[in-house]
């Protein structure tokens, strides 16, 4: 599975934006999708998941209730709509699969994130 991930950039607090994954690959459908992020000087971190099917999701804590993730198995694709974005949401965001909290087998390249004050 190949991942290239898009739609990053800069907005104000407050304001939302749309990450997209697109897969290459047949078997994009078996696995569980998702992202994780990295701030500057900081570890990577889990940010949500969704299963192979759909009808899962799992959110870190600190983006709950404002970031959705969502997948389109038939486009081979995966987005991460995120809404109400504060500073300590910038960061480089990565899309993933075969996630688990921990790490992902298969990851793409960062689209930067970067949310002003």
């Known amino acids: 599975v190949q991942l290239r991930a898009s739609g990053g950039g800069l907005v104000q607090a407050g304001g939302s934006l749309r990450l997209s994954c697109a897969a290459s690959?047949?078997?994009?459908?078996?696995?569980?999708m998702g992202w994780f992020r990295q701030a500057p000087g900081k570890e990577r971190e889990f940010v949500a998941s969704?299963?192979?099917?759909?009808?899962?999701?799992d959110y870190a804590d600190s983006v709950e209730g404002r970031f959705t993730i969502s997948r389109d198995n038939a486009k081979n694709t995966v987005v991460l709509q995120m809404n109400s974005l504060k500073p300590e949401d910038t960061a480089l965001y990565y899309c993933?699969?075969?996630?688990?909290?921990?790490?992902?087998?298969?990851w793409g390249q960062g689209t930067l994130v970067t949310v002003s004050s």
């Open positions: 690959g047949r078997a994009f459908s078996r696995y569980n």
């Open positions: 969704i299963t192979w099917s759909g009808g899962i999701t």
């Open positions: 993933a699969a075969g996630i688990n909290r921990k790490s992902a087998y298969y």
